[in-house]
């Protein structure tokens, strides 16, 4: 069965310091990956997807990811963080027919000015 | 367009009552689905209609949920007999048909609490 684990629930990094948020799925053909972002009362927006050919991929807000089949992750990386990052992050694979997304259980990033 | 919109945004019952939300997803899109989100978790996905036809509902939606996309427009997820356990947020999205799959955009949601 398709599934997405999330392993970090809770990160916090100073403003201005990196950032690498970890997924790993689980999917038998070449999944397509997603990153959302979910702000306090706001809607998911979508940072970025994977559906194939460069492995790293350019997403909005500075964001990026690495997909790697042999380590079955998606990474989401951003080389400096602002206070207006902090938020909840989802990684989610879809399932190709319907396109439903199924998401892992999500990484709250706090920023520490 | 503004996107996707649900209404209402908060919703609060008491137990056993039923209760419906609606979902106006963009303008030109034919996908649409309902996702569930409880406290510390990702959403979970409910259902999926292509135009007014509904395609998949998960083991997730009992008999007490039912939805509909009448002339594929808005949506609407009717809960009956409401249950403490049905308190979450719910997330309507809507895309364009493709494969790969097309960005879902999501709506605001609708946070329901049952007392």
């Known amino acids: 069965a398709q599934s997405v684990t999330q392993p970090d629930i809770h990160i916090t990094v100073s403003e201005g310091a990196s950032l690498e948020l970890r997924c790993n799925y689980s999917?038998?053909?070449?999944?397509?990956l997603f990153w959302y972002v979910q702000s306090p009362g706001q809607g998911l927006q979508l940072l970025l997807k994977?559906?194939?050919?460069?492995?790293l991929v350019q997403g909005i807000k500075g964001f990026e990811a690495e997909f790697k089949r042999s380590q079955s992750s998606f990474n989401l990386r951003k080389p400096s963080v602002h206070w207006s990052d902090a938020a909840e992050y989802f990684c989610?694979?879809?399932?190709?027919?319907?396109?439903?997304?199924?998401f892992g259980q999500g990484t709250t990033l706090q920023v520490k000015p | 367009d503004t996107g996707v919109s649900q209404d209402p945004r908060h919703k609060i019952t008491k137990r056993g009552q039923n209760v419906t939300f609606r979902c106006d997803p963009i303008?030109?899109?034919?996908?649409l689905y309902w996702y569930r989100q409880t406290l510390g978790q990702g959403p979970e996905f409910l259902t999926y209609?292509?135009?007014?036809?509904?395609?998949?509902k998960s083991r997730l939606l009992s008999d007490r949920f039912s939805a509909e996309r009448p002339k594929g427009s808005f949506s609407t997820l009717e809960i009956q007999r409401t249950e403490q356990g049905d308190s979450a947020m719910y997330l309507c999205?809507?895309?364009?048909?493709?494969?790969?799959?097309?960005?879902?955009?999501f709506g605001p949601g609708t946070r329901l609490t049952v007392l």
């Open positions: 999205a809507s895309s364009l048909p493709g494969r790969p799959p097309n960005e879902q955009f």
């Open positions: 999917y038998g053909a070449t999944p397509y």
């Open positions: 994977y559906f194939s050919g460069d492995t």
């Open positions: 989610a694979v879809s399932s190709g027919n319907t396109g439903k997304l199924i």
């Open positions: 303008s030109e899109h034919n996908r």
């Open positions: 209609f292509q135009n007014e036809a509904q395609l998949e």
